[in-house]
């Protein structure tokens, strides 16, 4: 199983990032997806999940400025990110979840400053 996170990088505040997420060796369309981020010093957090029937949530921090789709076709999960803020820097996780297994991805690096 792999989840390989794409799309990361220095942006300057105002700016907009999409973070990609490619699975194989899963059956993509059953898995409910999320995106999460870790901030230095800071424990592991829930950015945006959207499940296999297509329900989003968001964290309160994101909610107007994020976007969350999935792509059955690709086994792609994005993460559309928008008016993006210096508090948004932190490494964004993927992560592909069934109520019998779980499996992460390896990190992608945002970092927003001017």
């Known amino acids: 199983v792999q989840l390989v996170e794409s799309g990361g990088g220095l942006v300057q505040p105002g700016a907009s990032l999409r973070l990609s997420c490619t699975t194989s060796?899963?059956?993509?369309?059953?898995?409910?997806m999320g995106w999460y981020r870790q901030a230095p010093g800071k424990e592991r957090e829930l950015v945006a999940g959207?499940?296999?029937?297509?329900?989003?949530n968001f964290a309160d921090s994101v909610k107007g400025r994020f976007t969350i789709s999935r792509d059955n076709a690709k086994n792609t999960v994005y993460l559309q990110m928008n008016s993006l803020k210096p508090e948004d820097t932190a490494v964004y996780y993927c992560n592909a979840a069934t109520g019998r297994s779980t499996w992460w991805g390896q990190g992608t690096q945002v970092t927003v400053s001017s």
């Open positions: 060796g899963i059956i993509f369309r059953i898995y409910n």
């Open positions: 959207i499940t296999a029937g297509g329900s989003t």
